[in-house]
């Protein structure tokens, strides 16, 4: 069985597994070269994988505002 990964860039992948699909379109973070899956942290176009790499990023640590664990009021 397989599926069809279409991205908005136009181009169009079939893969047997989601570790293929992973290896093949998943972006890498700038600061730790791993895959970022979920979520991740873009910052003027640039993706890393969490906020603690983003901050360690060139001059990027002023600009991240991480919420992860605050509490509303």
């Given at each position: 069985m397989t599926f069809e990964v279409r991205t908005t860039g136009g181009g169009v992948y079939t893969f047997d597994?989601?570790?293929c699909a992973i290896q093949r379109l998943a972006p890498r973070c700038e600061h730790c070269d791993c895959r970022i899956?979920?979520?991740g942290v873009e910052v003027n176009g640039r993706f890393f994988c969490c906020a603690h790499c983003a901050r360690t990023a060139d001059s990027l640590g002023a600009e991240i505002k991480d919420t992860v664990g605050?509490?509303?009021g």
């Open positions: 597994s989601f570790e899956l979920g979520h605050a509490h509303p």
